[in-house]
């Protein structure tokens, strides 16, 4: 449901920038507005969905996000939207508070990491269809219609997870909530994230400065202030294990890669002289080889040692982008972006896996949140920075600025190669699944 929104605008940008006549690094907003109140929430849920249960709050999440959607439809002007939108972002943030602990308490050992392979597929599969159905609602409908799109998909989630989903075995006692620690958590992500748009809208001479300082100072000041809590949101401990923190960082350079891409691609396919449905139709290669791959990355896992793995399924993704940047056909830019897909499928699925064995039980609604808050931020960098470079290489309108973005991307799946290999536990062989 999450990623079939969130496709689905990431198509509309064009169309949005045009029909509240706001300019690009604005129009992000209504994405950003979204991945922002996810990235400062997630945790927060996840800690609480590890005292209340992880149902009770994914379920409540669907409510919250069909409440957004439906404002969302509704807006008469572009902060009411964004303002639908941070609605919207709560449900989300409920949601995925929960889903990869839900699944990695479902399954036995053996099987997780191809349980959340398929998991990935399902994400993957929202993604893939939600720039198709976006660019199809944006040729025939209003893109009113765009916002609710996705609410049947949760009119159909509520009563499946109430029937299907056990309750919570493995709880903590209920403890008040670390605000100080959610606070920082939202400042770091807004200051950070928020300096690249108002960059690439005023520059550099504006408030860009002053929202990066507050957004790494909080940052900064973050872990410190966690070691002196009682109950903190962030247990400092967990990113001991390397598994858990490289794991985390490599799991943001995977959908700032992913979500850079998924925003370039459309202004990309529209400057080659195409129309936007046309651009949905290519955009939805990368997913489409994600959800391909994702499920098999369970075999690969017990075949292959993830220091191996994970490093080359990345060079894999730079290979593709790489294709998709230096050609003009839309044959060969869809191929490329597929390739790129496979390896993104098999470097995220691998990397989530091994995050979540390096939890204990009770704190698998903690460390789901994390995964997905990494994604979140990853997401919002990839818009946030994606939108800077196109302004800054010539527009978007023009064919100058999305090349160069995506011929830029490329540096970051090589990073996250060279990070994976230093970072991630040296194993001959991996016997899970």
Not at 21 to 31: F, I
Not at 39 to 66: P, Q, S
């Amino acid at each position: 449901m999450s990623q079939l929104d969130t496709g689905m605008v990431t198509v509309a940008y064009p169309t949005l920038h045009r029909a509240f006549a706001v300019p690009v690094s604005t129009v992000v907003w209504v994405g950003l507005s979204t991945l922002l109140t996810v990235v400062a929430t997630l945790v927060a849920f996840g800690k609480r969905a590890d005292m209340w249960g992880r149902k009770r709050v994914y379920v409540d999440g669907f409510v919250v996000f069909v409440a957004g959607a439906v404002a969302a439809s509704l807006a008469q002007s572009f902060s009411w939207l964004v303002a639908a939108r941070v609605v919207e972002g709560i449900g989300v943030a409920m949601v995925q508070a929960n889903s990869v602990a839900i699944v990695t308490a479902s399954v036995p050992k053996d099987k997780r990491t191809t349980a959340l392979g398929l998991q990935a597929t399902s994400q993957a599969a929202g993604l893939a269809l939600g720039p198709l159905i976006g660019g199809l609602v944006l040729a025939e409908l209003s893109w009113r219609w765009l916002f609710v799109a996705a609410v049947p998909i949760a009119l159909i989630a509520m009563p499946a997870a109430l029937l299907f989903i056990p309750r919570s075995r493995d709880l903590r006692p209920v403890v008040r909530l670390d605000l100080v620690g959610a606070a920082l958590i939202g400042m770091a992500a807004v200051g950070i994230i928020g300096s690249f748009t108002a960059g690439a809208k005023s520059g550099w001479g504006g408030p860009a400065p002053y929202l990066l300082v507050v957004g790494v100072a909080a940052a900064a000041v973050l872990v410190p202030v966690e070691r002196r809590v009682a109950n903190p949101l962030l247990n400092i401990a967990t990113f001991k294990d390397r598994r858990v923190s490289g794991g985390l960082v490599t799991a943001t350079l995977t959908y700032l890669t992913f979500f850079g891409v998924l925003v370039a691609t459309p202004f990309y396919v529209e400057a080659l002289g195409h129309s936007t449905a046309t651009a949905g139709l290519v955009t939805m290669a990368l997913p489409i080889g994600l959800a391909v791959v994702a499920p098999f990355s369970g075999v690969l896992r017990r075949k292959v040692a993830e220091q191996l793995a994970l490093p080359v399924a990345f060079v894999v993704v730079a290979a593709g982008l790489a294709g998709a940047s230096r050609s003009s056909d839309l044959g060969a830019v869809a191929g490329c972006l597929f390739i790129a897909g496979l390896g993104l499928g098999v470097a995220n699925t691998m990397n989530n896996a091994s995050i979540m064995e390096g939890v204990v039980a009770t704190d698998r609604g903690s460390a789901s949140a994390l995964v997905n808050m990494m994604r979140a931020l990853g997401t919002a960098l990839g818009l946030a920075i994606v939108t800077s470079l196109l302004a800054a290489l010539g527009g978007a309108s023009a064919i100058s600025g999305p090349r160069g973005t995506l011929s830029l991307l490329v540096v970051v799946p090589l990073l996250s190669a060279v990070a994976c290999a230093v970072i991630v536990p040296s194993r001959s062989r991996i016997s899970r699944a």
